[in-house]
Each structure stands twice: as C-alpha cells, then as structure tokens.
C-alpha cells in the first residue's frame, strides 16, 4: 500500500499545494489533501488552537486534526523562507511544533525546515531528503521535483491569468492549462506587458459600460479560502465586478511598485499585497478602481501591513481603499453589505466622474 | 539636534547617559504614564503590538517637548519589531510632528556609523569612551535589579527594598563617569545588604519568561516583580538587556554559549527561532524546570507572534515537567485589579503544591 501523505488545505498550501501534490504523486505516494474549510473544520481549528493566534492558523489546526486519522504523514514544513532575505511569519516558523503540542494523536509529521533567506538553492537538499523517504531512487526524486516544479509554474500561469486558486488548481488537475500555457509563451498576453496591469480579467458587464475593476489584496490562503473570505471572488464578479489579486502580478511589477518604501518588507507575502497595492496606486487611472484589503483577526503583520497601506493610499488620495477584517464570526450578510456599499460608491463616483470628490467622505473610508 | 529615544524599564539611563556623552541634546521621554499609553493606542493601528504603541505614546510626549531626532532600534524580521521605526515615522509625520527617525540596526557595523552620525564633533575615542559608560551604567542597573529580585522576598520591609532600589537608580543618573558609577553601584548594594532580612525559610521560586519590553516596563506588566516579591515569592527574570546586547552585539563567548544551552533545551519542543524571545521562552522554562523552580509566569503583549508560538507550546512543557506555567497576555486594557488576583491566585497554587510535595516527602522518607 503507498504511503499516505496529508496535505492541510490551508495557510501557505494555497501557494505551494500543486508542487507538493504533483512531487508526492510522481514519486508513488497517496496525497490526501483536506476539504476546502468549512465550518467543523474552522470549529475543530478554533477549539484546539489558543485563542490568541491568528484565524488562519486556527484553521490550519481543524485542517491536521481532519487528516490525522486519515493519512500516515503529515506534511507540514516550516517554511521560514522563500527568497533571500526575506522571511514568511514567526507563526509559520514555528508551525510544526505549535500543532505537535496542540494536538495530540498525531501520525508522523514531516516538519522540514525550508529557509532560502541565504540563497535559493538551499532548497535542493530539502527536496532529497523528502525525497529519499518515499524513494531511494535519485534519479526519480530529481524527476519527480521538476515536474512538481513544471507544475507549479503552470500554476502560476494560471493564477496570473485571472483565475482564482480553487479554478487555477481544477484546471491544473484536469489539465486544462497546457494550451493556456503554451499560447502564453507564444503570444505575450497582458500579463507579459511591462507597464499595463499584470492581469486583467474580461467578463461581461450588466450594461455596456466598462466593468469596475476591483483589487482584492490579502494573504491568498484568506481571500481564497472560500469559507473564511465568503468568498469574496465570486460575490464580486456577481456583480459585475472584475477582480484582480496579488498572485495575479507579475513579481517584477510588485517590485518596482515598492522601491519607493523607506524599508523593503521583509514579509514575502506582504511584500505581494504591498506591491499589488502601490502598483495599481501608482497606475490608479487605468487599472482599477478600488482597493479591498482582506486582513485576517489576529494577524500580525497585516496589522502593520494594513496601516501601511491605508496611509499610502490616503496620500495619493483619489483611490477608494477598504479595510476588511474577517474572524470566525464574521456574517455573510454583514460583509456583503459592506462590499455592495464600497462597489455602489465607485459607480457613482464613476457616474458623477468627479475626480475633485474626496474617497473618503462616504461609505470608501478606512473602516 | 534634540535627541530622544524609546522608554524601557530602567533602560533610559544608559541612553540618557550615552547620548549626554555623545554631546547631544537629550530630551529623554516622560516617565510612561496611563495618558502616555492612551496617546499611543489613540494614534497607532489597533492591533499593533503594544510595544510600539507605548513607544509612539512616547515619541509624541517628547517631540512635544521638543525633540527632533528619534532613535529607534531596527531589526530585519521575521517580528514586527524591523518595521517599527517607518509605521511610527509614518504616523508622526501625518499628526503634523517634525521628527527625524533614526533606525539602529542591531549589528556593530550598522550600530557605529549612526552613532557616529549623532556625534558629530566627536573623535572615535571620544565615542568608544560614550559607549563604554553606558554599558558600565547599563551593567549597573541590571545588577541593582537582579540584588532586588532576590533581596525583596527575603526583607522584612519589603517596600524599603523598592525605596532603596528607586534612590540607587537616581544615584547611577547622576553618575557620569565610570568611577561614579562603580560608587554608586557599591553604595546601593550595601545600603540593600544592610536591610534586615526575615529568618530564613525556602521561599517560593518564579521564573519569569516572555517577551523583553513587557518583562521590563513596568507600566504594562503592572510591576508584576514587585508584586511577587511582596507575596515572599523569588523571582528569576531571564530578560536582560545587558544580557541581549552580549549576545547580539558584543558576542561574547559565555553569551553565546548560554545562548545554545537555551536552544538545545527547546528543541524538543521548538526546533527553530521564531523572532522575538519566542526561542528564549520555551528553552529558559525548560531549564527553570530543570532547575527545580515552583513555576513559570510568560508575560506578552496581545497579538505578540513569537510569544504566541511559545504560548501554543508551553501548556505541554508545563505538563511534561510537571510544573504550572501560567500566561498574562497584557495589553491597554489590562486592568491591575484582574492581574493581581491571577498572580496571587497562582502562588497560591504553587504554595499549596509544595505542601502537598512536603507531605509526600515526609511519607516517604519519614522524620
Ligand atoms: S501572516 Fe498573519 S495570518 Fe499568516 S500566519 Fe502570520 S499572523 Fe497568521
Ligand atoms: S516580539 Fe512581539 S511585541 Fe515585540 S515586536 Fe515582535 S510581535 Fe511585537
């Protein structure tokens, strides 16, 4: 019988999961990857984990106490980096060891350190020794990684192509993406223009007149987690809205747009929200027409990230920016609400095209 | 240049002296009062860490005495700490104050230059002999303090200790030369030496972990050392400055190898850093434990990541050991009242285990 391995779908799963799967997969290994949250499993999460961490965190709990009757090994890897000299979260540094103690029963855990923050390759010894635990075979191990690697990519094709995670990671499984991939190679799509947006998502509109266009910047496992964000997506293209997030930036762009700041974030994934931000800020005519930054309860560095944001916005006036905050209790209704109020505000600032109105007057402060 | 810096438990002197000797104007912040903390939380982002919101309270309170220069320490991640110095820059800058900020990185070679920056008239000697008396003065309090933690439980008045303690640190801000401080020192600890003391009896012992600032101001931790010293109990901080800059700037040997002891004995438990004390946290209640000590008290400010971790942790070391571990998350809203009876309710507790200890001992062993 292969060996089980459980993936939690949560926290930095939403970036890596597709070169995790493909890499256990090719190597002869069962993944077993958790259900997308949901309510037990936000319940079981917030019951284990103390009450002081961030949700997501509790999240990831209910998702390991899911798989661990159900799979052998849990692959949980404390990722302290994934860039030089950059780092991800001190909850994600110690995440292994914070599930150990909070709960018990575990199967194995694989808790390998990955830390690029000296330079990337420090990743190859980490990928042999995962490897060499399901197979002996270098050879395979080696293959098995580029193609996680191959898949990983295409992922972020898809991603940056306008799709959400959960419809880039369905497209990846039915391999939907190859001719999206190659003709992207072939023919530089808008994610290859240097100075327009990094993506741009074409939907048809209500009524003849452009789409609103929405950045929706936060940590990806919070804005695509469909439970937690109520999804957010899919409620904002019900409207007619075009949405665009940070894994839909080319990291050039994301650079650029921050190396105005006094200090580089040493955030990498902050660093994404912060440079979606500021690049679309920068761009704020032609791009989009507003800002929701999704902040999850607890969480530390969106706290100083979201302050951050909302004085750069504030500075160049001009562009709404929303500040949402979403715990276990937030209600659909209440957050709807709130979205429809932001994107009823940018249509009609759009009807009266009054550019001299202050964002900050009505419903766009920063609540 | 009107130079001013961030107010930590008896840490202004050094810098008050440092800065004096560097040739600066000092404007040394207003001893931290509950109006300081609520300028603070008025102006900072609300889930900031409560470090930086009693700091920015500070900084205002300062530049409105009129200072211009702010010096700040730095650091580069993975704790919100590195971002500090820009959020406050920031803040400063949009509630109208002309307030440069200097960030001090915790390295030599970063830490010198800026030093030298601030003093600009002085030859490097002149700066080294700055240094060398803010460190012997830095050495001194920390020395007064440790007397105290040890002295208070012991003394029959223990209020007398605090008076004692609070005349030595006016004696050291006087001293302004080594010798002085050497005196000052001596003086302290004789006149604390002379106290009468109770009989001797084995007192309670308490570790005291977590996270520097809070460990140290005691505005926020509401003198949690004193409080304890007065219920008889001995407290152990394993939070020193001095300590801090040893490790982390001077390197010294015997730092650095307290430093791996500490990390060895969270392995277990924790198997990396995780910023802040989150490592110190977990490995020093290890060996408090090892060291036959009653019990083990965390402090953090709310939403504080590293400790976070340590927090998550510590209940199974607790259990493991055999020794109760108790936490106070303190933030601007924690009242004295709600904290005092935690602390007695837990020394009680501890009381009550060592006599439950006494008596199995005595049917054990027999008398
Ligand atoms: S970045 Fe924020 S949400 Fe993510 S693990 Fe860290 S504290 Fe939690
Ligand atoms: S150690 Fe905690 S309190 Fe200090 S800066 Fe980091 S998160 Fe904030």
Same mark, same amino acid.
């Given at each position: ?139 395979? /191990? %080696?293959? &098995? ?5 191959? @898949? *990983?990519?295409?992922?972020? $094709?898809?991603?940056?192509? #306008? ?90 762009? /994301? %650079?650029? &747009? ?5 200090? @580089? *974030?040493?955030?990498?994934? $902050?660093?994404?929200?912060? #440079? ?90 920063? /609540? | ?367």
């Amino acid at each position: 019988m292969p060996l089980r391995i459980g993936i939690p779908r949560a926290l930095l799963a939403y970036y890596y999961l597709p070169l995790w799967e493909e890499f256990f997969v090719q190597l002869g290994a069962e993944v077993i990857i958790s259900p997308k949250t949901n309510k037990e499993l936000l319940d079981g999460g917030v019951e284990l984990a103390v009450d002081e961490t961030c949700l997501p965190v509790k999240v990831f709990m209910g998702h390991v106490d899911y798989l661990k009757s159900r799979a052998d090994v849990l692959f949980i890897p404390r990722i302290v980096s994934v860039e030089p000299q950059k780092y991800t979260c001190p909850k994600l540094l110690g995440l292994p060891d914070m599930v150990k103690s909070n709960i018990a029963n575990l199967p194995v855990i694989w808790g390998d350190t990955v830390n690029l923050s000296a330079k990337r390759r420090d990743l190859l010894p980490v990928v042999y020794r995962i490897g060499r635990r399901i197979s002996p075979n270098v050879v395979r /191990i %080696t293959q &098995a990684f580029w193609r996680a690697c191959r @898949q *990983l990519r295409k992922y972020e $094709c898809l991603l940056r192509r #306008g799709n959400s995670v959960e419809e880039a990671y369905n497209r990846l499984r039915h391999r939907e993406c190859a001719p999206w991939f190659w003709t992207g190679l072939l023919s530089p799509g808008p994610a290859a223009r240097s100075n327009g947006p990094s993506a741009q998502v074409s939907r048809p509109a209500g009524s003849g007149a452009p789409p609103i266009t929405v950045a929706v910047v936060g940590h990806a496992y919070n804005i695509h987690d469909t439970y937690l964000s109520l999804d957010i997506i899919s409620c904002l293209r019900k409207m007619g809205v075009n949405v665009l997030t940070p894994e839909m930036m080319r990291r050039d762009d /994301i %650079t650029r &747009a921050v190396s105005h700041l006094p200090k @580089q *974030l040493f955030w990498t994934f $902050c660093q994404r929200i912060m #440079g979606t931000a500021c690049h679309y800020l920068n761009n704020c005519q032609q791009a989009v027409d507003g800002i929701i930054n999704i902040a999850a309860f607890g969480c530390g560095p969106d706290s100083l990230v979201g302050e951050m944001l909302a004085k750069e916005t504030r500075r160049r006036g001009q562009m709404p920016f929303m500040l949402l905050t979403i715990d276990e209790h937030t209600g659909e209704a209440g957050l709807l609400t709130r979205i429809e109020a932001f994107i009823d505000m940018i249509r009609w600032r759009r009807q009266r095209n009054a550019c001299d109105l202050s964002p900050y007057g009505g419903l766009g402060s920063n /609540i | 240049m009107r130079v001013t810096f961030p107010r930590m438990g008896a840490l202004d002197l050094t810098f008050n002296t440092l800065f004096k000797q560097l040739g600066a104007e000092v404007v040394p912040p207003p001893p931290a009062t509950k109006a300081t903390l609520a300028l603070g939380v008025k102006h900072a982002p609300e889930f900031a860490c409560l470090p930086l919101k009693l700091m920015l309270g500070n900084f205002i309170q300062a530049v409105e005495l009129g200072a211009d220069t702010i010096v700040m320490c730095g650091g580069c991640g993975p704790c919100r700490l590195g971002h500090y110095a820009q959020v406050q820059q920031q803040i400063l800058e949009d509630l109208g104050y002309r307030a440069r900020v200097v960030v001090l990185e915790a390295s030599v070679c970063d830490l010198l230059p800026k030093i030298r920056h601030l003093a600009p008239h002085k030859s490097w000697r002149e700066i080294l002999r700055a240094i060398n008396i803010a460190w012997v003065k830095m050495n001194a309090s920390d020395g007064i303090e440790s007397l105290m933690l040890k002295i208070r439980p012991r003394a029959v008045k223990p209020r007398a200790v605090t008076e004692i303690y609070e005349q030595g640190l006016q004696l050291l801000a006087a001293a302004h030369t080594v010798e002085e401080i050497r005196t000052a020192h001596r003086e302290t600890f004789a006149a604390v030496k002379a106290l009468p003391l109770r009989a001797e009896k084995p007192l309670l012992r308490i570790g005291i972990v977590g996270e520097l600032f809070v460990a140290l101001e005691p505005l926020v931790n509401q003198e949690i050392e004193r409080r304890l010293g007065e219920l008889q109990v001995e407290v152990k901080r394993t939070l020193y400055v001095s300590e801090w800059v040893r490790s982390h700037l001077l390197w010294s040997r015997q730092a650095r190898k307290q430093r791996r002891a500490v990390k060895d004995a969270a392995q277990p438990y924790l198997g990396h850093w995780v910023g802040g004390h989150g490592l110190e946290s977990i490995g020093r209640t290890i060996q408090l434990a090892q060291a036959g000590f009653d019990g083990v008290i965390q402090v953090l400010p709310f939403t504080c990541m590293p400790e976070i971790v340590a927090k998550s942790i510590l209940p199974q070391i607790s259990k493991d050991y055999g020794m109760p571990v108790m936490t106070l998350v303190l933030d601007e809203h924690a009242g004295e009242a709600g904290i005092m009876t935690r602390i007695e309710a837990f020394v009680d507790l501890l009381e009550r285990r060592r006599k439950q200890e006494d008596v199995r001992y005595e049917r054990i062993f027999g008398s």
